[in-house]
């Protein structure tokens, strides 16, 4: 029998939820379509994520939108040029590329491959004689591949580009101008919603590991003095299921069960940001119908960790074919980002904290030693001292003794250092971030998965109301007598209220309710032939099939209170026996 | 003094709307980002779109979402790779590449270059002398330049991709499988928002001409023999401003104003769909704040068009820097596209229509004829027989005589063709499609311009309510005596109430009216020292600047009637009279 993976499949292919892009071409691995059903179900999940993380908070989180090709040097800075990559291996014979953790781990008893280092991996080639799984070749030495899309901006060749990989990088180039149309507060939320590309090396597992997604990013900036969180008291006692990095090294995999606040108090969880948005983060899977008891943190160790993270929590769900999987990841990311963006920009992006009162600091000035830099570079000079990055110079010099410019190490000697103490109101710093990370198709996968059910070999997809492609369906009993025309006209008036709506008028209404069901419609409405004389209709509950009658006049107030959230399906009418 | 496109793009910098991408690294050309207002804003528009375009037709237009990185056979089939192309021209001495056709219209009085052919081009150049702009240098030949953004899918550099210059191909490859789910009815329309890149060579007027952006694209599946669009009554009436397409051509730009229904009927819209979709559009325009006067729809004539396009209308507004600028496309591509899907995929994209009477059709078989081609061929013959083209074989084969398979030209005597008469109850056709194309970056930025209006030396944004990115802003008149807490409480029960609501206690009341102006907020909302004793508070119309006072208690509901267009201004409160 097919597993629970393909019978959703079959179902989202079937009818509109995903199926594989460019199919007509034979596919391509890592990219899919999200059909009518689907766009709909992942706008939905969009939207209340939208409400869940930013308006909620919109006093201190605000959106952007930025692009998603970037010029090189953003990468640079970022550091995904260089760690922003798999371990890649190619057959000597048939030439074949493959991912060498994933091969490892599928031709030998190696579990835990994503700490492997390339000389690991390579020598555990070698050790256990892995060949190459499709003609069983030799396999060539392991190599690094970046992840990253490459493209070329304009018509110049030099000028390189990429897509980004995340949409963190944007708001970091942004956070300057956010910040100040933002009147200069912290903490201060620059959220984004937006496609983002990896170009993984072969990626087999369908709607979860893709080469182009969604991703749905808060960068959190907070001042790193001043790291408590506002919000915190809401959600304190709260409890989440985590498992700390100790023991995720130790492969113990059971979850302890903390409260946010000892979490933090215990030193689980760097700080209350982080916190806060991991129990957010739990409430938002629990709305879309993912039970805690599935939801669980993983601390990653840091050799599993990205480059810029301090701390990151794997929020995980079981899913039937492939066990735990991500759906948001939460990581600290201190000043890493703004840093490295600061230093290659040469763009002072620190604010500015008012201090209660006066403090002497001591301030640090280099300039050239033109007498010793002028006889030693000549005509060289101009471009060495134009080519200096001021902005990292006082730090650089002081922390290794030399900076390197334009080819040339130059030392403490070559320059004048001055301190003097001065009396300051206030300090410049880099703000901390703390980022909660969503994969959108990810979650659209999982909610479709958990709202999966069978009964009596029907499928009935218990999707919750609220995120429901669609809302409603309108069912004449019969296609005649006039019962369509009454059913498209409430068909149109619960449109008109905005609510989304379907009518259909074909084949048995047994039948229509299992298609109805099987796409999740919360409600079913069905006019009669008593709906000719009495005005009223019957509504039927997608999940308990269970039946009440409702006046046509209180129809669209009723429905509408009924998706607010305001009112039980039971609240809606008077119980009736169906037919 | 600033144009007005500086000063609003001032404005926009300053209060977060629009500011250039990766400005800390000195910004990329063609590439924006939007700021926390402008997200708002252009969401809004987006949502708005999609109640007008596709929620209001749902029973037949539906939303999908496909990747922006398409694979190279895509792109060779729809006609891009040898299409979607300009002009470009490198000067032979400092090695700087322009746009050919806009070089030539700003180095010469030709004000038509856009139909203008490479031959043209190169010629103008000789004749004319046209020099480098930069250092005077001469020319190199006019050259063809892709304006497909290319990259490499996966770890084979062979496997080449590009990212989507429009969102359309992704609903022609996904046409069958919709189809299919939407119970293969015509007529049906596929909706897309999404990301669209286009590699222009040197883009110049900041959010006009972007790189990246973000379309909003309807395909409309119609059958050639049925194209009456059944929701035409509704709009037949409704005048347009066109201008044809031989009025183009002589450069007679005054637009006619007439009638959808005369429009079609005299053969100046091609169709009802097309019709249809332009009257929506102008509406849809008209609702934004650009009002119908300032709009024209421009027939492009044959060379200027997309190379898929039967007809195209431009949808241009005026802009104060560049004149008419399109914000929409309508073209009818014909079954161009599934033509080409289907020959270059060899899967069978038709559909099937029912006839109301059987009737007599040839049907016509083709079979390789294997004792010539077996002789012929030998061991060669299954390559041959595997790579044909069945779907297209017999229709290639009568149409030209021969086909080419794997370098080889077959003739008609190396196949066997039988025809028959067959008695048949349906035809199998391709459907034809009409296209509305949004870009909603430059409708976002259009709408700002409409929106901007100055008043003794202060900016006033006159955004429409419906999608102003803050609709209300809440003030305490003073920041003590317990009106920060009441205007607290009242700024969070509309938040929860789904308004787009801000707080604000700094600086003058008379300071914040201004600021709360000119980023467009509606409705300013003031408690005072009467709010205390009364329960009342101060609306104030940031249009018209008056003020009414209303009970708190009736706040929400009314405010929410306000935003839907179901109460005006004055029928919030009592006239009340300002400080």
Redesign the interface.
């Known amino acids: 029998m097919a597993d629970k993976y393909e019978r959703i499949m079959e179902l989202a ?4 939820f995903i ?1 594989p ?5 034979g596919g ?13 179900l ?2 939905n999940i969009e939207e209340k994520w939208r409400r869940f993380f930013i ?2 908070h ?2 201190f989180i ?10 090189a ?2 990468f640079e800075a970022s550091g995904h040029l260089k760690h922003f990559t798999d371990y ?1 291996v190619e057959c000597t014979s048939c030439h074949r ?1 493959f991912r060498a953790d994933h091969l490892v781990a599928s031709s030998t008893d190696i579990v835990e491959v994503e700490s492997l280092s390339i000389e690991d991996l390579n020598r555990i080639i070698k050790d256990r004689e892995v060949r190459c799984p499709e003609c069983g070749g030799i396999l060539d030495e392991v190599k690094t ?1 970046n992840l990253l ?8 060749s030099e000028n390189v ?1 990429y ?1 980004r990989p995340e949409a963190a990088q ?1 708001m970091f ?2 956070f ?3 910040y ?4 200069s507060k912290l903490p201060l939320g620059i959220a984004q919603i ?2 983002v ?1 990896r ?4 990626p087999r597992q369908g709607p979860i590991r893709l ?2 997604f969604t991703i749905m990013e808060i960068e959190l900036f907070f001042d790193p003095e001043q790291s408590s969180c506002p919000l915190f008291d809401n959600v304190k006692n709260i409890s989440l299921s985590i498992i700390p990095e100790d023991k995720v090294r130790k492969g113990l995999l059971k979850p302890i069960s903390i409260t946010a606040k000892k979490a933090v108090e215990e030193g689980y969880i760097v700080n209350e940001w982080q916190a806060y948005f991991m129990v957010l983060g739990k409430i938002f899977m629990e709305s879309l119908g993912i039970p805690s008891e599935m939801q669980i943190f993983i601390d990653k160790p840091r050799e599993e960790r990205a480059h810029y993270s301090a701390q990151t929590f794997d929020q995980v769900v079981k899913l039937e074919r492939w066990g735990y999987v991500e759906v948001a990841g939460y990581s600290y990311r201190t000043d890493y980002d703004l840093s490295r ?1 600061m230093k ?2 040469g ?1 002072n ?1 620190r604010v500015y904290r008012q201090l209660d009162k006066k403090i002497l600091k001591e301030k640090v000035t280099v300039k050239p030693n033109m007498k010793i830099l002028g006889p030693k570079f000549k005509s060289k000079v101009r471009e060495l001292l134009t080519s200096l990055n001021y902005e990292s110079l006082a730090s650089e010099l002081l922390s290794k003794g030399f900076v390197e410019v334009a080819g040339y190490k130059l030392s403490k000697d070559d320059f004048i250092i001055s301190r003097e103490k001065l009396e300051v109101g206030g300090i410049h710093f880099l703000p901390h971030v703390v980022e909660p990370s969503f994969g959108s198709d990810r979650v659209t996968y999982t909610v479709l998965e958990y709202a999966f059910h069978e009964k009596d070999g029907r499928i009935i997809l218990k999707l919750p109301r609220d995120i429901a492609p669609i809302q409603v369906s309108v069912f004449p009993l019969v296609s005649k007598d006039g019962l369509p025309e009454l059913a498209t006209k409430i068909y149109r008036l619960l ?1 008109e209220a905005g609510l ?4 259909d008028e ?1 084949g048995s209404i047994g039948r229509r309710y299992v298609r109805a069901d099987e796409i999740g419609v919360p409600i079913a409405v069905t006019v009669d032939y008593d709906s000719l004389r009495d005005g009223s209709v019957t509504l039927r509950d997608r999940d308990t099939w269970r039946q009440v009658r409702i006046k046509i006049s209180d129809l669209k107030e009723r429905l509408l209170k009924y998706f607010e959230g305001s009112l039980c399906f039971e609240e809606l009418g008077t119980p009736f026996k169906g037919r």
């Open positions: 292919k079937r009818r509109g199926w892009s460019a199919e007509i071409y391509v691995r890592g990219f899919i379509d999200f059909g009518p059903l689907g766009t709909v992942k706008h308006h909620r919109s006093d605000v959106e952007i939108e930025t692009p998603i090709i970037m010029p040097k953003v890649i590329k591949f899309f490459k493209t070329t901006i304009g018509p110049y580009g897509s944007g180039l942004a300057k101008r956010v100040e149309s933002m009147r937006g496609r590309m170009n993984e090396i072969s080469r182009e963006h290659f920009s763009v992006l449109l989304r709506v379907e009518y074909s």
